[in-house]
């Protein structure tokens, strides 16, 4: 489709349609919905403090998230918020058709993702969100803000700001700051301490292994699983492979983190030197090529590879491809099996793709519900201008992560203590001492 | 050896106050013990009971060893191990709770910390001598060096002669024959004639459980056993979470080496190893196993750890624990090939699972003390390796064993076990025997209240429907736990 039959740069026609694989499985996603909104009491409070605030009221939102029950619960609150939201989908493969179809025939929600589209068309949903003339974005991967940058200039100066949630969407962000090149405040939503601790470690951890055990229904009690990466989705993996009885290895570039992996009781090899010993691989790495086809060779047959990180570039498929002799895709759902010259097989999960979200479901709802309450309370931060924010990236506000944590305990009904005015003081002095 | 056994013998009797105070202590740690004592105060059924005690003198032991002269038995006590005596518990026992250090009024205690081994079998015989009787008519053992003595004395009584020590004998065994021979010499008839009076003997630990089977099987034991140590409630609580928790105890005391990031090995993957292997690997350790056994290889497969030879991973582990009831686990030749300043240290209960001897006979070795149970061995090549406690098991010699709550679970065992034995010796036959099932999980509800465990209750058609009574036992004898 060429540029000139879009819409033209600062008109948001009412009633864009949205696109979706097939509106009639809305009703199958509103009770996923409304699942996941009950794991999510954290966000269910902002939205009521939304509501009643309309920070979003006016307000163009150009979104490209992963389609899921939890993403429309930070959907809702937008548009509940007084927002329009225009939703592009950040994989090509990780959309819940069912859930795209139930927000798009939400008032205020326009929806622009299929499963399992080609590169083509997941760029051209991205360009249709853009057609809003976003005053905020919300961004998974940095593709959005990319596109934006690259084809879009037109839209720049009209965009107060936005957030990012993934780390390697964050570490493209700086690298565009660095260039001069960010036009506009962006908060990097994915190094808050909760976002660490919580959505990267636990949901990724967790949902990364589910996945690859939908996807392949393996024993992980006393395998070798090779997990490349050591930063917080990392290591939530290495430790959840570890509670189901498998044996980790753990590789990695940065020592600080590979002495961290040691000093847990981790070994640490050289991918070249795992490979060989490995029979599950998973990458958390946002790197390229951590898995090559030279490492591949050296694998076990059988061996099993799976992608964590936001990027497809991790495991090298096309190099993989290049090397196989035969590839027999879908010997399960979401498993090709690729047979190399001497007979073994290598089984490769979601395409090199993220597998928590291809294979599985993604982060469980209550770690969304933090991160998406973080995001929430950064975009209505956003919104309200001013805060003197230059173009580039930034941190969230201490506050916010500890106003989310704080309803994150009360919606768990825990309890913490409180400093006493003695201590406050004795915190902020640097008199006392022996 | 004088014909009268001596009342008693301590490192230092001043140190018993320390000892009643931690005994007390550890008395609040014990609630199974002292519910034997409430439940059994009145009935007293061990009066009359002449027990020799051969078991780690610690602050727990004396728990027991008050449980059973409360519950009317009279003991005589002798530790099994010449590094686990708790100095401050053996002074406590001998004071008693009303003596004082200048007028004891405890029991016959022969034990401290660091005895040769003529002084520990010396303390063993004292144990086994009572004034005016033939011996004790029970034995309480852990290891089965008191059951040893009685059975290899009698037999050598039988044969009239006792046997010389062969050159390559261990240094232990030559000294059993030495007191043997001494006791022929002196009384022909004494260890017959004290075997006939043992209505029978209850043992502690696995590798003693295992010497009163051989003997079962030979035909040669001579009074009836029970084995407390297959007690559920003991080797599924003591040798696995004692361990757990005693384990690194001992190697922080010995060594203060920081486990996290090291690679430790663990011999053997029974109880204690399951146990050790956790010790490790909650610190932060690589935990690698080895086992001859392809069921717990296979166990330690699926908890996600390495299995290997010893040989290949001598060279490059950091932490060496034998956990098998075997000998000669770690030789000569694997501690030539380790790591500078690996730590080598054995759990198990005898010390021939390191080989000490082979060590010491190395051409060039030297053994520098660091401090007692801690020696550095440095081969001719000027590498060297840790040892802890000369071989000897490393949780009492290095630390002070297991905690007071896992073990109030095997000493409740025990005491019900001696009840058991005495008061109806006929109802147990010349053989080897565990406790029935419902005394197992008495011992555990004695331990639930201090947990905060509230337990849940069949109801009469749920227990109808599984086959059992509402207040057990819940599981057959098969079940495994």
């Known amino acids: 489709m060429s540029r000139a039959a879009r819409v033209p740069a600062g008109t948001a026609p009412p009633g864009m349609a949205s696109d979706v694989s097939d509106p009639g499985l809305a009703d199958g996603g509103r009770p996923r919905i409304a699942w996941a909104r009950r794991a999510m009491p954290v966000l269910a409070m902002v939205a009521d403090a939304a509501a009643a605030e309309q920070p979003f009221a006016g307000l163009a939102v150009a979104a490209c998230l992963h389609v899921t029950a939890e993403t429309a619960g930070l959907v809702s609150l937008l548009t509940d918020g007084g927002g329009r939201v225009y939703l592009a989908a950040s994989n090509p493969l990780s959309t819940q058709d069912d859930i795209a179809a139930a927000l798009a025939a939400r008032p205020g929600v326009t929806v622009f993702a299929r499963s399992g589209v080609d590169r083509d068309t997941y760029y051209e949903h991205i360009h249709r969100a853009l057609d809003c003339a976003p005053d905020l974005v919300v961004d998974d991967g940095c593709d959005l803000v990319n596109t934006l940058h690259g084809q879009r200039p037109e839209l720049l100066a009209g965009v107060r700001g936005g957030c990012e949630s993934t780390t390697t969407g964050v570490a493209r962000l700086r690298r565009m700051a660095a260039d001069g090149i960010l036009a506009f405040p ?117 061996a099993i590879l799976a992608n964590a990180g936001h990027f497809d570039v991790e495991v090298d498929v096309r190099g993989l491809a290049e090397t196989a002799v035969e590839i027999r895709p879908g010997v399960r759902p979401h498993a090709d099996e690729y047979v190399l010259a001497d007979g073994r097989r290598l089984i490769l999960l979601a395409d090199g793709r993220v597998v928590n979200l291809v294979a599985g479901e993604g982060n469980p709802a209550d770690v969304m519900d933090i991160s998406f309450a973080v995001q929430a309370l950064v975009l209505a931060w956003l919104a309200e201008g001013a805060h003197g924010l230059s173009a580039g990236v930034h941190g969230v506000p201490a506050a916010i992560d500890a106003r989310v944590a704080r309803l994150a305990l009360a919606s768990q009904d825990a309890e913490i203590d409180v400093l006493t005015a003695a201590q406050q003081d004795y915190l902020d002095s640097w008199r006392q001492g022996s | 050896m004088p014909a009268e056994p001596a009342a008693f013998k301590v490192a230092d009797l001043s140190l018993a106050e320390f000892g009643r105070n931690e005994i007390r202590l550890a008395e609040h740690e014990m609630p199974g013990l002292m519910a034997m004592r409430e439940e059994y105060a009145k009935a007293q059924p061990l009066r009359g009971a002449r027990i020799t005690g051969s078991l780690h003198m610690t602050v727990q032991t004396a728990v027991l060893i008050e449980t059973l002269t409360a519950l009317g038995a009279q003991v005589r006590w002798a530790s099994c191990n010449i590094f686990s005596t708790q100095d401050h518990a053996a002074a406590a026992v001998a004071v008693g709770p009303y003596g004082t250090p200048q007028d004891p009024a405890g029991i016959p205690v022969f034990a401290w910390k660091g005895e040769t081994l003529p002084e520990y079998w010396w303390c063993t015989q004292q144990a086994l001598t009572w004034p005016g009787e033939s011996g004790p008519n029970m034995l309480l053992d852990d290891g089965g060096d008191a059951t040893l003595l009685v059975h290899k004395g009698a037999e050598y009584e039988e044969a009239g002669a006792v046997p010389s020590a062969a050159d390559d004998d261990p240094e232990e065994w030559q000294v059993v024959l030495s007191v043997l021979r001494d006791s022929l010499t002196a009384d022909p008839r004494r260890w017959t004639a004290a075997a006939a009076a043992i209505r029978g003997v209850t043992e502690e630990t696995t590798t003693g459980v295992h010497r009163l089977y051989e003997m079962a099987t030979a035909g040669t034991l001579r009074f009836p056993a029970i084995n407390v140590n297959d007690s559920v409630t003991k080797s599924k609580f003591d040798n696995k979470y004692g361990c757990r928790h005693s384990l690194v105890d001992g190697i922080n005391r010995a060594t203060d080496v920081l486990i996290g990031g090291k690679v430790a090995v663990v011999c053997g993957y029974g109880d204690v190893g399951k146990g050790c292997a956790e010790s490790l690997r909650g610190q932060g350790a690589r935990v690698i196993i080895t086992e001859i056994d392809p069921i717990c290889a296979l166990q330690a497969a699926m908890d996600g750890f390495q299995v290997s030879r010893l040989e290949d991973v001598v060279g490059s582990a950091d932490i060496f624990v034998s956990a098998t009831g075997n000998f000669h686990i770690i030789t000569a030749a694997h501690m030539s090939g380790m790591k500078h300043q690996a730590i080598v240290g054995n759990i198990g209960h005898f010390d021939n699972e390191i080989d000490m001897a082979g060590l010491a006979r190395l051409p060039g070795i030297r053994r520098v003390t660091i401090k007692p149970q801690v020696d550095e061995w440095v081969f001719a090549d000027g590498h060297a390796v840790i040892v802890l406690s000369e071989g000897r098991l490393l949780n009492l010699g290095n630390a002070t064993g297991h905690p007071s709550f896992v073990m109030s679970n095997s000493f409740t065992n025990q005491v019900i076990a001696q009840i058991e034995l005495y008061t109806r010796a006929a109802d147990y036959s010349l053989g080897v025997h565990v406790l029935p099932k419902h005394l197992d999980e008495k011992v555990a509800r004695l331990h639930l209240d201090a947990l905060g465990v509230r337990l849940t209750t069949l109801t009469k058609r749920q227990a109808d429907y599984i086959g059992v009574p509402v207040d057990g036992p819940y599981k057959s004898d098969h079940y495994r736990y």
């Open chain 1, 186 to 302: 962006m908060v990097a939503a994915d190094a808050s301490a909760t976002r660490r601790m919580f959505d990267n470690f636990c949901g990724t951890g967790q949902s990364a292994i589910d996945g690859i055990i939908r996807a392949t229904n393996t024993l992980l009690a006393g395998k070798v699983v090779v997990v490349a990466g050591y930063g917080p989705c990392g290591r939530g993996i290495a430790d959840r492979a570890c509670g189901l009885g498998a044996r980790v290895i753990v590789t990695e570039v940065d020592p600080v983190r590979a002495l961290d992996a040691i000093m847990r009781g981790f070994q640490v090899l050289p991918m070249a030197a795992a490979a060989p010993l490995g029979e599950v691989f998973v990458t958390a790495t946002g790197s390229r090529d951590v898995i090559s086809a030279a490492h591949m060779t050296s694998m076990r047959d059988g």
